[in-house]
């Protein structure tokens, strides 16, 4: 074999070994460097409540027929309109009704709807992943950590509790018209569609009919 | 001839140069798992560590115990081995949520996949997936309890767990987020036992003299709440001092039927540790979409409910 051809060989098998022997990333992708720390929870929830909460309203499911379907076929339910989070028997989910005030307590608005049954309205005591969970607005596989994924559950809740609550405390009197979206949870192993309490997300209170 | 020598001679070279390159060499030895864990000198990690052996045993994977015994450097230690003995995948309870990134990524550029298992790695991407008790949300149940029956005012104490590890901190931020809602509720002290049961009973003791006037105490594990029970105990001031824990461990447990412990928030090591281990079955087989993690519900014990959760005598 003559000598140029040689080398040429060795050249290119020694490319090839290089070559293989690199990680190549894109720069954007080397870049994106994972910072514990750097999240800002409250600029975070704030572009989830105004951009991707007024679409998640709009597509709830309306109450009544949802609780119907919880006490007659809670698989269905379960699975259609319910979300839960890793292993759980907790299911979440979000629903959209209207009602009339029937009374007004510490924590809670007690809410008449058109069928009959009653439901709880928070108005306090507002805590843990209801609205989160619930509206489907926010992907555990965003986040770095569970620290930077539970305090987006926190600021949602303040948001509820700055923007939601005093509209209701504002307005709300028996006798009452009240429209609403909002989150709540069920455990599949115990369901019982007479205690649900409802966080709202979104509310208006007018006068009766 | 010459000619044909050296062309089969490079073709030889080349070969194997390349197959240096390649991680993923054919080996048809038994599969075998190694089980990592933060340490083996606390029951609750103890049974985490054997319930995942157990299961990638039963899987068929040949399963081998490490002890970090809560020291990095002897964890990392670990993943040198566990990468050069050519293991198949990692069950992994890690001993610094920032500190062990660094073993995942090595483990997962040699080809071996990651399964952190209750304590978590701040990562999206260095782990299979991550199977972690809920401790954020079991503690937002455990401050609406102790709220309610702390009647919103009074004067408490907070004993943590490692610092180190996101545990610690995402009980800690769970209660409190419920609880610094009531002004009335103020916290006295709030000190690190590192989740050692002796180490909260003399903190809890040393806290008391200098508080006179305390109302509750929460303990980041039931360990802790255990350790500051018997300081409470020993100072005559089990009917005045309620207190919480987290963890659901057996005497805990009972704790809470006997009046000894307000309240404490079940979490299912064996679980994780099963499901881990049937996770990284998986990914052996060819599964890779998996969630970067996989939270496990926790349950809220109390008088009330603590009849369904006794343990076997």
């Not at chain 1, 989830?48 to 269905?76: C, D, F, H, Q, Y």
């Not at chain 2, 293991?87 to 996949?113: C, H, M, Q, W």
């Not at chain 2, 200098?210 to 005559?236: E, H, K, R, S, W």
Request: charge should be negative.
């Amino acid at each position: 074999m003559k000598k140029p051809v040689k080398y040429g060989f060795a050249i290119i098998a020694a490319l090839i070994v290089i070559i293989l022997s690199l990680d190549i990333q894109k720069l954007d992708k080397h870049n994106a460097v994972e910072v514990p720390g750097d999240f800002s929870a409250a600029a975070y929830t704030r572009e989830v409540w105004n951009s991707r909460m007024p679409k998640t309203i709009e597509e709830a499911p309306e109450i009544i027929s949802l609780l119907k379907m919880l006490e007659k076929n809670p698989g269905k339910a379960f699975n259609d309109f319910g979300r839960k989070l890793g292993i759980s028997a907790t299911y979440y989910f979000l629903a959209s009704g209207e009602g009339i005030i029937q009374s007004v307590e510490e924590e809670n608005l007690i809410v008449l709807l058109k069928d009959y049954s009653k439901i709880k309205l928070a108005t306090g005591f507002i805590f843990g992943n209801t609205v989160r969970d619930g509206s489907g607005t926010v992907s555990i596989d965003d986040f770095v950590n569970m620290t930077d994924f539970n305090n987006v559950s926190v600021e949602l809740n303040k948001m509820v509790k700055e923007e939601i609550v005093p509209v209701i405390k504002e307005a709300a009197q028996p006798g009452k018209k009240v429209n609403f979206t909002g989150t709540f949870e069920i455990n599949e192993k115990n369901i019982d569609t007479g205690s649900i309490r409802i966080i709202p997300v979104s509310v208006k209170v007018s006068d009766g009919e | 001839m010459i000619k044909g020598k050296n062309i089969i001679l490079f073709l030889v070279v080349t070969f194997v140069l390349l197959a240096g390159c390649n991680e993923n060499n054919v080996d048809n030895s038994p599969k075998k798992m190694a089980v990592i864990i933060s340490t083996l000198n606390n029951p609750w990690f103890v049974v985490l560590a054997e319930s995942a052996a157990e299961k990638a045993r039963e899987l068929g994977y040949e399963a081998t115990i490490f002890d970090s015994q809560n020291n990095s450097a002897k964890e990392a230690e670990h993943f040198d081995n566990v990468i050069a003995m050519g293991y198949s995948a990692i069950l992994f309870n890690p001993t610094d949520a920032d500190g062990s990134v660094l073993n995942v990524k090595r483990a997962k550029e040699a080809g071996i996949p990651t399964f952190c298992m209750d304590r978590e790695i701040n990562s999206r991407d260095a782990a299979a997936t991550q199977l972690l008790s809920d401790n954020f949300s079991g503690c937002v149940k455990l401050g609406q309890y102790f709220v309610r029956q702390m009647n919103k005012k009074g004067n408490y104490v907070e004993i943590l767990g490692l610092v180190g590890d996101n545990n610690t901190w995402n009980r800690s931020n769970g209660f409190h987020s419920v609880v610094d809602e009531f002004t009335e509720l103020k916290m006295v002290a709030q000190q690190s036992a590192d989740f050692d049961r002796n180490k909260a009973m003399d903190m809890m003791e040393t806290i008391m003299q200098a508080n006179p006037d305390i109302d509750a105490v929460f303990c980041g594990n039931d360990a802790m709440a255990m350790g500051a029970y018997q300081a409470i105990l020993a100072a005559g001031k089990k009917d005045k001092i309620k207190v919480f824990g987290f963890d659901g461990a057996d005497d805990a447990v009972r704790g809470v039927a006997e009046g000894k412990i307000a309240a404490t928030v079940m979490q299912f090591p064996v679980l994780m540790a099963q499901t881990s281990a049937e996770l990284a079955d998986q990914y052996i087989r060819g599964k890779r979409d998996f969630s970067s993690k996989t939270p496990v519900e926790v349950i809220l014990i109390t008088p009330e409910n603590v009849d369904q959760f006794m343990p076997e005598k």
